[in-house]
């Protein structure tokens, strides 16, 4: 079980009816956790000026890299991430998206793993049980929007097929200088605002210049 800096526990900060459940996670993954080598990486996430397009705006990094560095690790290996949060007025978390592991290692906030308040840490600590090539990204807010997101490939014990030399990990995203909580109150009040600044949604000046102004209203009916 990993204990967070702060005074954070997995355990403590979830609700009684939750905390059966690392416990029964623990007795499942024990022997898994002292059998396996170990895999440690720092991370720690913070602040960081980008620049796209010849626009600057502060963005989240950890490590200072976006999208967040790739994590390695081989089938059987267990992972030891601790996790710093130096971001200073607002909290963090990392959830392991694909990943196989005891529930109060999740990562999702008042729900599986308690949140990293600003200027804590907290050690994520599980094995790894299934090859393939997953994601983690930030539960808290809208931060994954905000660049806190990066890869994990386990590798697998037995390599099937023809031999690989190297293997490339791709991450693709996009990115707003707008503030993200601004672009989901603007899609969830069912604006078309961005279709019309994309030149994908025909507007009423379009619809004029275009000489069908009869159209777009029979189509708005």
Partial sequence: MAEGACGQTPC????GSI????IIHCLIFFPLLISAGTVDYHLTVAEKNITIKGETSTALAINDSIPSPTLYFNEGDVARIEVR???KNEPTSLHWHGLLLP???DGVPFLTTPQINPGCSFTYHFPL???GTYWYHSHSGLQEQRGLYGAIVVRPKIQTGPPIDHDYVVVLSDFTHENPSLVMRTLMRGSNNYAIRKGTMQSI???IRAGS???Y???EK
């Fill in 129 to 131: 049980t299934h090859p």
């Fill in 217 to 219: 209203w029979e189509r």
């Fill in 12 to 15: 403590a900060a979830l609700s």
């Fill in 205 to 207: 000046t379009g619809a």
């Fill in 213 to 215: 102004l009869a159209d």
């Fill in 85 to 87: 949060n130096n971001l």
């Fill in 103 to 105: 529930n109060d290692q």
């Fill in 19 to 22: 905390i059966i459940k690392p």
